[in-house]
């Protein structure tokens, strides 16, 4: 079963508008990566979030960390078509290099 | 520039032959990983290396091997034996977790494999 579950699955947004994509887990996060994904490429890294109530921020695009540690946020503003792909949180399982990650949020920018 | 390539990025094959993907980088990573990508089901780990001449299984190792003779590369074998192949394979490598450094993986651009 999944361990990290990304909400929304897709999401279908007015050019200028804000968003948010939601990253949680049940247990607790030691390391929270997001990634953005163009369809049929690799991953570029954008953000990583380690201690609970942490937020950075990167142009338009602002992750949070919640102080539980379970759940992260991306939001954008003043979304663009560049802003349009496939958005991936990925997480420590905390005894070695791997990763797990969530299934996605694919985002369609509406001109 | 430093980064990752992965080769072929689009490779074809008959159902019942191996097929070996290339991923090299230059960024002097210890770590290397393989992902499967499928629609809806974000990555799966097929293999990881953490050292030269070292590789642990991930959740989905089987029907595939791996070797890392080379710190630069790793290279990923599907065989005949992996009931599903047809995906998009994603290749990333990493630092070592060390005090002061980052260690977020970096990743190649993909090769999709299509087995018919």
């Known amino acids: 079963s999944q361990e990290l579950e990304q909400s929304p699955q897709s999401l279908i947004v007015q050019e200028g508008k804000n968003l948010t994509i939601n990253c949680t887990s049940s247990?607790?996060?030691?390391?929270l990566y997001w990634y953005k994904q163009k369809y049929g490429e690799g991953l570029i890294f954008l953000m990583m979030l380690q201690k609970g109530g942490e937020e950075k921020s990167h142009e338009k695009i602002t992750a949070k960390l919640d102080e539980k540690k379970q759940q992260s946020s991306l939001h954008i503003t003043a979304s663009q078509p560049s802003h349009a792909g496939i958005y991936l949180c990925?997480?420590?399982?905390?005894?070695?290099?791997?990763?797990?990650w969530g299934a996605g949020t694919k985002l369609i920018i509406k001109p | 520039d430093g980064g990752i390539t992965q080769s072929p990025k689009y490779l074809f094959r008959k159902e019942g032959q191996n097929v070996t993907l290339s991923c090299e980088q230059n960024?002097?990573?210890?770590?290397m990983y393989w992902y499967r990508q499928d629609p809806g089901q974000g990555l799966r780990l097929i293999y990881y290396s953490q050292i030269v001449n070292d590789f642990q299984k991930g959740d989905i190792a089987e029907g595939y091997s791996v070797s890392r003779e080379k710190k630069e590369s790793f290279p990923l074998t599907v065989t005949s034996a992996q009931k599903n192949p047809t995906a998009f394979y994603l290749c990333?490598?990493?630092?070592?977790?060390?005090?002061?450094?980052?260690?977020?993986?970096?990743f190649g651009p993909g090769t999709r494999l299509t087995v018919t």
């Open positions: 990333a490598s990493s630092s070592p977790r060390s005090a002061g450094l980052s260690y977020e993986q970096y």
């Open positions: 247990k607790t996060l030691y390391g």
């Open positions: 960024l002097n990573h210890d770590a």
């Open positions: 990925g997480a420590d399982r905390g005894s070695n290099y791997q990763l797990i």
